[in-house]
Nanobody, 126 residues
Framework: QVQLAESGGGLVQPGGSLRLSCAVA????????MGWFRQAPGEERKFVAA????????FYADSVKGRFTISRDTATNTVYLQMNSLKPEDTAVYYC???????????????????WGQGTQVTVSS
């Protein structure tokens, strides 16, 4: 069983920063891919970033590339999403997720992930 818990969301002004955390409780994260997704009201869930556990390779949506950084702390099984230069269009509920079986070409799809956190709200507004 895998459990995930996000934290760190909140209200921030445009241009500001937030760091989201995702604490993962799992027997093993070997060969896993950790992902961050977001969902705005009335929209489908969209890929934000992903990190391959083995090798540490990272992947980003074009809309956040250069502004967001995904990272991990292997000692605590925590995945972070550092969000800088936030824009109002970044407003959404952010979810972290884990997959053990995704083919790398599918990691941008929510359907590739088996375990999800409850989400944390990020609101970018003046």
């Amino acid at each position: 069983q895998v459990q995930l818990a996000e934290s760190g969301g909140g209200l921030v002004q445009p241009g500001g920063s937030l760091r989201l955390s995702c604490a993962v409780a799992a027997r093993s994260l070997t060969n896993s891919v950790m992902g961050w997704f977001r969902q705005a009201p009335g929209e489908e869930r969209k890929f934000v970033a992903a990190l391959k556990r083995n090798g540490g390779h990272t992947f980003y949506a074009d809309s956040v590339k250069g502004r967001f950084t995904i990272s991990r702390d292997t000692a605590t099984n925590t995945v972070y999403l550092q969000m800088n230069s936030l824009k109002p269009e970044d407003t959404a509920v952010y979810y972290c997720a884990v997959t053990y079986t995704a083919i790398m070409s599918t990691i941008r799809s929510p359907s590739a992930y088996h375990y999800w956190g409850q989400g944390t709200q990020v609101t970018v507004s003046s």
